[in-house]
């Protein structure tokens, strides 16, 4: 890394920034100008750049937001468009990029990280680890045509008037879900520009003065030339009866729509009220989740634990500003708390800690895989105090 300088990517370079981005993931040039605008705008979100001399060799986003936890509200910082140009690969830029960004986090109190890898091994390396799914499955639009439908509940035609409505529904119902993102400025812009998009809609169910839930999807022409294909991208429902509406809505482009494409977290909800088991997935990832500030993070998270408890456990951390690399959790009536510890009962690394904490992997599975060793009273113990549902994560970024 030798004459390359770490520091925030100015407007001026977001054409490099683009160009760099386009590169790394195949993005048309197409879209050079909606992306380099929505970046100029988030004026929350850290840019950071590797430069050597006015080049830009590399960079990074992070986006800050909240993560639902159990019904509690945790700082997270969401990190997005991690790139570096092909000849700087393996020269120790993005690892070098990812550390800043958690320095930066957690100065602006984002105690966790969020973001939907191109490769787990890079992430896992420094400190992420799979926290849950990212996948897109396909429904065909025939079986959601046949729910049964209460003809009260009206489906209309949103509109940018109702922007601040459709914020206000999301927020009453993002609480409920354990991993949904309390959506910042810049996250909102994410979703926001789907309305704005060619074939992009949002609908929704008026319930006097508010919101009872809205769907986002884009609409565009089929590959083969035939009717046209639906992805939704964003689809919030505060009851039953608004849910099978916007269901229902869907099913009404039969004649033209084969299939929607619908993400991760409205499966189960689906499999639930559907006839037949009729759904296939497209694609999937994994996102991944890390820990920036330990007692910042437990603390906001709290435990579904009442009872008093208190474990030492040593966590490795490639980060080189981590802070203790040994640390004493409290639990006390629902309470965490963690501060830094001469000795450790149990040993594992941030990014199993991590992991565990969000409730994607129960603690015994992280012992099984080698990720986490000691006692097994004091395993079976910090699996109770760390014991949450499994998180899910509607937004990407």
């Known amino acids: 890394m030798n004459g390359v300088e770490f520091r925030p990517i100015a407007d001026d370079d977001l054409d490099q920034y683009f160009d760099i981005r386009s590169q790394a993931f195949g993005r048309p040039e197409s879209e050079r100008i909606a992306w380099t605008a929505r970046a100029s705008a988030d004026a929350d979100a850290l840019r950071l750049g590797a430069y050597r001399g006015s080049e830009l060799v590399g960079g990074l986003r992070v986006l800050p937001a909240g993560q639902w936890l159990d019904g509690r509200r945790v700082g997270m910082g969401g990190v997005a468009a991690v790139v570096v140009r092909p000849e700087f690969r393996a020269s120790g830029i993005g690892r ?49 045509a046949s729910l049964e439908l209460d003809h009260a509940v009206q489906v209309s035609r949103l509109h940018a008037a109702d922007r601040g409505a459709v914020r206000d529904c999301y927020a009453r119902y993002a609480p409920t879900r354990h991993g949904f993102v309390d959506r910042s400025p810049s996250f909102w812009q994410l979703r926001e520009e789907v309305d704005d998009e060619d074939g992009g809609f949002t609908y929704g ?9 809205y769907v986002r999807y884009r ?5 083969d030339g035939w009717g046209y294909h639906l992805r939704v991208d964003d689809f919030i429902a505060s009851d039953p009866a608004t849910a099978t509406a916007l269901w229902r809505f869907f099913g009404g482009h039969a004649m033209q729509v084969e299939s929607i494409e619908v993400p991760a977290p409205l499966l189960d909800e689906l499999l639930l009220v559907l006839d037949e088991q009729e759904v296939r997935q497209l694609v999937v990832n994994r996102w991944m989740h890390r820990i920036v500030d330990l007692p910042r ?41 963690a501060e830094p510890s001469r000795s450790a009962g149990l040993q594992t690394d941030i990014g199993a800690l991590s992991a565990a904490s969000i409730g994607r992997f129960p603690i015994r599975f992280l012992a099984s895989a080698g990720r986490i060793s000691g006692p097994a009273d004091q395993i079976a113990l910090l699996d109770t105090i760390l014991a949450s549902p499994r998180p899910e994560l509607s937004d990407s970024f």
């Not at 802070?323 to 639990?331: D, E, K, L, N, V």
């Open 205 to 213: 169910v008026r319930s006097g003065d508010i919101i009872a839930g």
């Open 219 to 223: 609409q565009q022409l089929a590959p």
């Open 297 to 337: 993070a437990l603390s906001a998270r709290g435990t579904r634990f009442g009872g008093r408890a208190t474990i030492t456990i040593g966590v490795t951390d490639p980060w080189p500003g981590s802070g203790a690399s040994a640390w004493t959790i409290h639990a006390d009536g629902g309470v965490l708390r």
């Open 96 to 144: 070098r990029l990812l550390f800043d960004s958690l320095t930066w986090m957690r100065e602006h109190e984002l105690a966790v990280s969020a973001l939907h890898p191109a490769t787990t091994r890079a992430y896992r390396r420094v400190g992420w680890e799979i926290a849950g799914d990212e996948a897109v499955y396909a429904i065909p639009t025939r079986s959601l």
